[in-house]
């Protein structure tokens, strides 16, 4: 991955990567398509592997992460690529914004990799995984409530609402009962703990191949993240940031995600509005995307069977034209309406 004369060892200026496969990246390049002197924006920097890549070919990067841990990990890649990366702490769905403070009112292509990164994971003391013990934390930066804040505190149905929702748990409200009658004894505090009062609840074997405590991790994690209205404000940003003829590529890993990707650019590529046989088309407004790919794009066998993570993984990559940007329509792309939770923080 490290061409001639770009000055940039994708592996080994990453200080991480060996431990980090970026997910799809030879997709990713193809549909990114980044060039010498172009300026593309990194929204999910984790282990800098979609960076480097970008870097390799002679592309300028502004790469966001809202995990401070990423973002001095990547010291060493930002030192090698010689003043062509700029590494930035925020939340990439004001990457518009952060582009424009470094002096780019218009950028040649974004790229992002949405969920939890396999560092964060692999760490015990973030609170992602039940396959360790660790705090219940789960937050990517270091701000907002908590898990723990969460589950401690959520009146029981609305953490019912929450878990149903982004976890897709069928069991939900037994998991809710679980957890309010756990609390009420003492606050939970332990990531093991709470696994194992929700595969009670569920039911089914700790050893088998899902774990009965994903879907409800998954849903906490997205939740305290407000993962998927930062992916809805992210697209709108990138769509506001992208010169005509950039491109926006975007790799999800689960439904939730992927709904509000592709929902995205059906209606900002749709050229005619879906009229029937009795009544005309409806107008629409000018396309700002054009489609660079029929449907998902999903990774080749071969890499699934070396980096199981890409098994679940869907690509999506459009385009911009030169139409104006539009409003976004968070409830139209899917993005769910949930309670509110404010802890007192």
């Known amino acids: 991955m490290n061409k001639a004369g770009s000055g940039v060892d994708a592996t080994d200026a990453a200080g991480g990567l060996a431990r980090h496969v970026p997910v799809m990246l030879e997709e990713v390049v193809h549909f990114l ?5 172009g300026i593309y924006i990194d929204g999910t920097f984790g282990a800098g592997g979609y960076s480097a890549a970008i870097l390799a070919r002679g592309g300028h990067v502004i790469a966001i992460d809202r995990d401070p841990t990423a973002i001095a ?3 060493a890649l930002e030192r090698a ?3 062509r990366l700029t590494l930035t702490e925020g ?5 518009d914004e952060i582009a424009r403070d470094h002096g780019h009112e218009r950028v040649d292509g974004v790229v992002l990799d949405i969920g939890v990164s396999s560092m964060q994971v692999e760490t015990a003391e973030r609170g992602f995984s039940f396959r360790g013990e660790g705090p219940l934390d789960m ?3 270091a701000d907002g409530p908590s898990a723990a804040d969460v589950v401690n505190g959520m009146e029981r149905q609305a953490l019912a609402r929450v878990i149903a929702v982004l976890g897709e748990e069928k069991k939900a409200r037994l998991v809710a009962a679980a957890i309010d009658r756990a609390r009420a004894e003492k606050p939970l505090t332990g990531t093991l703990e709470l696994a194992n009062i929700v ?3 569920v039911g089914g074997r700790r050893d088998q191949a899902i774990h009965p405590a994903t879907r409800t991790f998954q849903a906490l994690r997205i939740f305290v993240n407000r993962e998927l209205d ?3 404000d992210a697209l709108a940003a990138s769509e506001r940031v992208l010169g005509p003829g ?4 975007v790799v999800s890993f689960h439904s939730l995600e992927d709904r509000i990707v592709k929902r995205f650019l059906a209606d900002r590529s749709a050229k005619k509005g879906s009229g029937s046989r009795h009544l005309p088309d409806v107008a629409v407004a000018e396309p700002t995307f054009t489609m660079l790919a029929r449907g998902a794009v999903t990774p080749g066998a071969n890499e699934t069977a070396a980096n199981p993570r890409a098994r679940s993984a869907r690509l999506r990559a459009a385009t911009r034209t030169a139409a104006p940007a539009r409003p976004l329509d968070s409830e139209a792309l899917g993005v769910p309406l949930l309670p509110e939770f404010f802890a007192g923080v």
């Open 73 to 75: 990990g990547g010291a």
């Open 246 to 249: 950039g491109r926006l590529v």
């Open 91 to 95: 939340r990439f769905s004001a990457l």
């Open 33 to 37: 398509a980044p060039g010498a002197g």
């Open 230 to 232: 930062e992916l809805a």
């Open 199 to 201: 595969a009670r609840a």
């Open 139 to 141: 937050r990517m930066g």
């Open 81 to 83: 690529a010689g003043g």
